[in-house]
């Protein structure tokens, strides 16, 4: 039997490493955390110091792990914990070596940044002891979450809706979205003109020159007819070449990656959502095939380093070839201390063969392509600008083209919110020289509001404010939508009515804690706390005393959201109010209720909902009239009665006029627990379902929200065992 006993988080990890261990190493796998704080309880008691108790995960496959673990033990005389090299990581190995009772002079903790035989070879060549400072920084960040969570979100299910969270990170992540949003709402657009001269030489090439020039002169033109004037007062010409400027310029490849680029790359170059990236990224680091990928560090590895080189060298010749050392960006250098690269450079992309799902070649191909990239030459640039001159006005055109592409060659950078680069040669210009007018067209311009957000740019925001780290960036992003925080629309996030509620909720009663300066501070903390810099116990125990005092004296001063308007009610005229109800969205009631009743549905927008129509058919529940309305999914008949009746009359199928693949039957449209469909009607003998991408994509979504609300409909909210989600 073998004598050493690995244990690493997941199976796709031990399974490469079996690949190179001996057979004196058995590898399990822990399934990722082994314990928790407990669901329904609070968990943490603060007095003299601060004590968390933690509870064995219930789930099945954690239950299993652990005894496979314990029972392996029993013939191991070495173990080894082997989880990945972070806080998070550092925090599995603790508690399983807690939960088992692992003997420290017989436990090991090997860490390594990249899944390969010889990183493996030397972690296990020199073991060191569990890192406390690292777990202590990750229990801190469990427990201050933990807090806030379980303290202010009852205050949000008392006042605003049910099932609702407030959270460190995610409140002020949710802050951005809404102040973006807030910014775009109260821009005014600002007007300007120019005017474009189609010239020619005399050689008949031709090229477009404006005006006005440069950034300053932008609104000189600000109304069409001044920009009219201006043309027909320079139209007669004579068109001159006043000015030729020519100069080198140069770009600079962008550092390797490091979790929130690589996040920002996939999103604006492969379309790919941050949670996939990451969950793809995960599958390239434990197939041993790319190094850990929560990191922020840009920092290559001295023998990473010499090989890249080489490789450049020997692909694209000594030229292209520039070494390059980019510093480490953030603090909290004792963990992951290296970009994301590939294990071995030497693997180009078209050595994958199966090795990888398709998602995994094309993301292992940008992270080789942005690896190479950064040891290689600068790209250089001829870049030229004209001024031409009619009647005094100078018209401008600039151009440039590319000498030398350099890093170009295998890799183009450009970010979500990056305009296209579009320019091309000029012919060639010399001062003095006479044009040919061919065309002058004035053209109406106005400014335009900030973008809102993708999930990469809000990851690029929240890294530059400091909210967040590599390891709670995907999962904050995704929770604000599976919360129903934020919508997103082609990919742009915008705030639901239920995110922009809390959000002033929490303004306007918490404004410290989802202030982002107050995250980021916090997260400072915690990366002291990693560096041994700091105690635990101190910073918990300020932030539950500070938290809890403000806690109490705001608590009964946070009431029902409601805002006046300048309706009366048709009733009984008195004043009509906004309320936030319960499903998320406003509606008007009379300020008389309840001595008035009078209430009217106002939809995501603001706009009344139309009053249902009768039908004239009574509820075969209540008796009540049946009326039309509108839901989520689209038209239904239900009981006038509702809330009270909830009846909904089932509609017979609608056919589609398609037949089933698998049986031959019609298909039918139909309503399911995440939307309508398309199915067969012989169901359910056969199941078949029309896959759309709508369909699966809303289904995924409506999975996993069932499973974050189930447990938060309980006493607590949910305190998952992943790593992020009360944050
Ligand atoms: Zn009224
Ligand atoms: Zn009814
Ligand atoms: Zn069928």
Redesign the pocket.
């Known amino acids: 039997l073998p004598k050493n006993l690995v244990i690493v988080e997941s199976p796709a990890k031990a399974k490469t490493i079996e690949r190179y261990m001996g057979k004196d190493y058995r590898v399990l796998a822990s399934m990722g955390h082994v314990r928790d704080l407990p669901k329904s309880d609070f968990g943490i008691e603060v007095n003299g110091g601060v004590k968390l108790s933690y509870k064995a995960l219930e789930q099945a496959n954690s239950k299993k792990a652990v005894t496979a673990i314990r029972k392996a033990l029993k013939d191991a005389e070495t173990v080894w914990l082997a989880p990945d090299p972070d806080r998070e990581g550092e925090a599995i190995a603790w508690h399983i070596a807690e939960l088992v009772k692992l003997k420290p002079e017989s436990t090991r903790r090997v860490a390594f940044n990249e899944i390969t035989k010889k990183a493996i070879t030397e972690a296990f060549d020199s073991p060191r002891s569990i890192d406390m400072s690292l777990v202590d920084a990750q229990q801190a960040r469990r427990a201050v979450d933990r807090i806030v969570g379980y303290k202010l979100s009852p205050l949000l299910w008392r006042t605003v809706g049910p099932n609702l969270s407030a959270g460190r990170v995610q409140s002020a992540a949710l802050l951005l979205v809404v102040q973006r949003e807030r910014e775009i709402r109260a821009f005014r657009a600002r007007e300007f003109w120019d005017i474009s001269a189609r010239l020619a030489t005399d050689e008949e090439d031709e090229f477009v020159a404006v005006h006005p020039v440069g950034e300053k002169q932008k609104f000189s033109l600000d109304n069409e007819a001044g920009a009219s004037e201006l043309t027909e007062r320079v139209r007669p010409g004579p068109w001159t070449v006043a000015a030729v400027r020519k100069s080198e310029r140069t770009r600079k490849p962008p550092a390797p990656f490091r979790t929130s680029t690589l996040q920002q790359a996939a999103s604006s170059k492969l379309g790919f959502p941050t949670w996939k990236t990451m969950k793809v990224a995960q599958s390239l680091y434990e197939g041993g095939h790319i190094t850990y990928m929560r990191t922020d560090s840009t920092n290559i590895s001295q023998e990473a380093h010499g090989d890249i080189g080489r490789a450049v060298k020997e692909q694209f010749g000594e030229h292209y070839h520039r070494a390059r050392q980019f510093a480490a960006k953030t603090k909290g250098a004792q963990e992951a201390h290296e970009a994301i690269r590939p294990a071995a450079i030497a693997k180009a992309p078209g050595d994958m063969g199966g090795e990888t799902s398709a998602d995994g070649l094309r993301l292992y191909e940008m992270v080789w392509q942005r690896t190479m990239a950064s040891q290689m030459a600068d790209a250089v640039y001829d870049a030229t600008s004209v001024d031409v001159d009619s009647r005094g006005v100078t018209f401008r055109a600039t151009g440039q083209i590319l000498k030398f592409d350099g890093y170009l060659r295998v890799y183009l950078d450009k970010a979500d919110d990056e305009p296209d680069d579009v320019e091309g040669l000029l012919p060639d210009l010399s001062e003095g020289q006479a044009l040919d007018l061919r065309s002058l067209d004035p053209e109406q311009h106005f400014t335009q509001p900030p973008p809102r957000f993708t999930e990469a740019t809000l990851v690029k925001e929240m890294e530059r404010l400091g909210i967040g780290r590599p390891s709670t960036y995907s999962p904050t992003v995704q929770l604000l939508s599976t919360r129903e925080y934020v919508r997103s629309e082609s990919r742009r996030l915008f705030p639901t009515a239920r995110g922009e509620v809390v959000t002033d909720l929490l303004e306007a009663h918490f404004p410290d804690f989802v202030d982002a300066s107050f995250t980021a501070r916090m997260e400072d903390e915690l990366d002291e706390i990693a560096e041994g810099d700091k105690q635990m116990v101190p910073v918990v125990r300020q932030f539950f005393d500070s938290f809890t005092a403000h806690l109490a004296e705001q608590k009964d001063k946070i009431t029902r959201p409601e805002r006046p308007t300048d309706k009366t009610c048709p009733e009984c005229e008195r004043p009509v109010v906004e309320k936030f109800g319960k499903h998320g969205l406003w509606f008007l009631s009379c300020s008389g209720w309840p001595d008035c009743k009078w209430s009217q549905q106002l939809d995501e927008s603001g706009e009344p909902l139309p009053d249902p129509e009768g039908t004239g058919e009574p509820?075969p529940?209540?008796?009540?009239e049946l009326v039309a309305k509108s839901g989520r999914f689209g038209p239904f008949v239900g009981?006038s009665?509702y809330p009270t009746?909830k009846?909904i009359k089932k509609e017979p199928p609608k056919e589609t006029g398609e037949s089933c693949p698998d049986c031959g039957e019609p298909l039918v449209e139909r309503r399911g627990r995440f939307g309508p469909f398309v199915g067969c009607s012989n169901y359910p003998k056969c199941k078949y379902i029309k896959k759309d991408k709508k369909t699966t994509a809303r289904k995924k979504t409506g999975a996993r929200k069932k499973t974050t609300r189930k447990p938060a409909a309980k006493k607590a909210p949910a305190a998952s065992s992943s790593s992020g989600t009360e944050s």
């Open positions: 509820c529940r209540c008796s009540s009981c009665n009746c009846y």
